[in-house]
Nanobody, 126 residues
Framework: QVQLVESGGGLVQAGGSLRLSCAAS????????MGWFRQAPGKEREFVSA????????RYADSVKGRFTISRDNAKSMVYLQMNSLKPEDTAVYYC???????????????????WGQGTQVTVSS
């Protein structure tokens, strides 16, 4: 089982930037893909971005493509989400998640991930 702790959320004006971080512990981080999801009030949790175990493959939701960038540092067991040109509709709790299968290509469904962090709030004001 892996433990995930997100940080970096906060309040930002529209057009601003934030960088979310997720620290992983408890298993071999570099063997598993990672992802970011978000959940706005009254809405279902939705996929934001994912990165393969190697970091060579990434995937983004259409709503964030071109604005968000996912990356990972396997030496530090960290995954990041750089969020630029933020919009009020990006307001949500952002969750880090770890793939449940080793060494597979980038995935994007909630069912593909077996471990979740506690979430970090991102609020974008207009």
């Amino acid at each position: 089982q892996v433990q995930l702790v997100e940080s970096g959320g906060g309040l930002v004006q529209a057009g601003g930037s934030l960088r979310l971080s997720c620290a992983a512990s408890g298993r071999t981080f570099s063997s598993y893909g990672m992802g970011w999801f978000r959940q706005a009030p009254g809405k279902e949790r939705e996929f934001v971005s994912a990165i393969s175990w190697s970091g060579r493959s990434t995937r983004y939701a259409d709503s964030v493509k071109g604005r968000f960038t996912i990356s990972r540092d396997n030496a530090k067991s960290m995954v990041y989400l750089q969020m630029n040109s933020l919009k009020p509709e990006d307001t949500a709790v952002y969750y880090c998640a770890a793939d449940q299968v080793k060494f597979r290509g980038v995935v994007g469904g909630p069912g593909d991930f077996s471990s979740w962090g506690q979430g970090t709030q991102v609020t974008v004001s207009s």
